[in-house]
Structures are given as C-alpha cells and as structure tokens.
C-alpha cells in the first residue's frame, strides 16, 4: 500500500534522506517564526515528511490541518487513508478514499485503494466491482488482473477468475498466480489442474497444497495416486495442523480406501484411526453410506457412527495388547532337549532302539 503513492497535483516533493527530511522540517519551522504563518501546502508537506519516516501520529496531525484547504484536501485525504491503511484501521481508510472517489470517480489510485481496502474488510463484491472497474479504465494493469481474479474466486466466480488469469499470461509465470489458477480450475473440477498444481509443487513444497492437489487427483477417480499423495501429505503435517487437521486427512485416507478397495479391511481400521483421532464430521461419515461400496462394509461403518470410538479405547486396547505381549515373554520357554557328551547315558535308549 505504502508503494501505491498519490500526492496530488499541487503537493510539493518531499525529500526522501531522513537528514533531508529532518532539515526539511528545521527550514519549515524558520520560515513559520519569520512568516508567523505555514500554508496548507507546507502543513501537507510537514505531514508527508512524517509520513516518509514512518511517524504516523505526526503526520495525521499535520495531513488533518492541510486538508483543511482546498488545495490540498484530496491529496490529504487520500494520504491519511493511507496511514489509516498502514496502522489496520480499514473502516477509516475505506472512508478517507470513498472522499477522493466523490471529487473524482475515475481516480485510479483511490479506486485500487478502496477496492484493496475492501478484500482487508472482507467486502468481496464491493471489490469485484472496482477492480472491473479499474481493468476498463487500465486494461494493461497486471498486478490488478491479479487482484481481480482473486476477489473472483472469494466470490466463488471460478470460471471468470479463471478467465481474467488467462487474459494475462505473464501472471502464470508467478508461482503464487498459477496456484490461484490451479485452485479455480478444481473448484470446476477440471483435470488441468492437476498439472497446474505439479508446477507449483515442483518449485515450492507445501503440505496444505499437496492435499489440494491430491484431492484433484481424487476428483479425476485416479485413487492410486491420491492415496499416495494423502499419505504424504499426512506425514508432512505437523499435529497441531487444522486446515486441513490430521484427522482430516486420515478421514479421506479411509474413503479413499473404501471407494478404490472395499475388499481390503485397512479402509474400516482408517476411518475408525480417523475418529478415534478427533475426525468429528459425522455428516461427511454417513455420507459413505451412499457411495458405491459393498454393504458389508456399509454396515461396519454404521456401527462406527452407532458407537464411535474413543481414544481412551484406543489407549485400553493397546495396554491390553502390551499385556498380553509382556506375558508371553515372562513364560518359560520352550527348549528341546539336547545331548552332551558329559551324560554317561545319553545315548544307551538309542543304542538299544538299533
């Protein structure tokens, strides 16, 4: 936002040094004692010098005496919406760009800023609308291509974030922009997205996406490899993981299982794995009631919903299980009986059976 910058027409350069800046404001001062008055545009000035430096306070004080002209209201207003901006104060900064906007509809830089502002304050159609706006007045404008397709997918338009994507290719060359594209090609549940979410792998590593990409893979009904790419997404996520959470992942694990293998017990043991580590989605269990598995396993899975599992079961069934395990290793154990030399009858009953 900081880098998005818009003084207005009659404001003057500040200097960018801060010895500069600090000398700046020494002459200003001078001239005030020799004058006993500063103009709105040394007031506006006095307030961009703070600005410059990141001393927000100051300048809202100075930028709020310069607006008072009308000189230099607008660049005012549209630079304290920009501290309101920079310090998260968002309502305000809406507001301080919304009076720009009344001066001047088309003003690109207050457009970009509202509608920027908007997707902070979660205003997804109110940003859709300026960023349309913004790509008629500016086609070329990339970044905001960008912006707009993001907007697009909050609002759930996937074909037309889609399109705004492909309308500027140079975007996909950017790993962030092809994940986007990625994302609106799944949430059609076309297969091109697999491919678009390699790409992304290939150069950055991530547990979150590769549990997107394999739910791709999962959607083209190619199990094989979304089993595997579930499974490695399980081992990459940390335990304090929420979206997705384990429990999660090892859930699909198990429907994953049941759909491309009924016949293999390891999709039950899964899901009740997946329960007993928190997976609370019931809605999303008895949905496997509906899917096309043998009904034997139907009726396991139900027994499960009847009487989910808890860890404490878990945790019984294992202490039981080490029980049974240390008793096993305590018991005397089997020996055949051997023959030494050192036995003067060892081998007499032999001689005699020949």
Known sequence: ??????????????????????????????????TNAISAEEYYNIGMAYFDIGK?????????KARSARKTMTA??????????????????????????????????????????????????????????????VPESVDDGYNYALVLYAVEKYPQAEEVLVKYPTLLENNDTLLLYARCQKAQSKPEAIDNFIKYLEIKDDANVRYE??????????????????????????????????????????RVLLLADSDNDEGIE????????????????????????????????QALLDNPPKAEDASAEAEDLATETEDISTETPLTLESTSAADPDAGTDADADS
Not at 15 to 26: D, E, G, Q, S
């Open 1 to 34: 936002m900081r880098n998005r910058e818009w003084r207005g027409d009659h404001a003057y350069k500040t200097p960018k040094n801060l010895f500069h800046i600090l000398t700046f404001l020494a002459s200003l001062s001078v001239i005030s004692c020799v």
């Open 213 to 254: 990409y394999a739910e791709s893979l999962e959607q083209a009904s190619l199990y094989a490899r979304a089993l595997e790419e579930y499974r490695t997404t399980y081992e990459a996520l940390p335990q304090e993981s929420i979206a997705p959470a384990k429990s999660t992942v090892r859930f699909v694990i198990a």
């Open 270 to 301: 899964e899901l009740k794995g997946a329960l007993i580590d928190g997976f609370d989605d019931f809605d999303a269990v008895k949905a496997l009631l509906t899917e096309n598995i043998p009904e034997s396993r139907k009726i396991e899975i």
């Open 76 to 137: 005012s207003d549209y630079n304290l919406g920009r501290i309101a901006f920079e310090t998260k104060r968002y309502k305000e900064a809406e507001e301080y760009f919304e009076r720009v906007l009344k001066k001047d509809s088309n003003n690109i830089q207050a457009l970009k800023a509202v509608a920027y502002t908007c997707i902070k304050l979660g205003n997804f159609d109110k940003a859709e609308s300026l960023y349309n706006k913004v790509l008629a007045l």
């Open 56 to 64: 927000y306070a100051e300048a809202e004080t100075w930028l709020n």
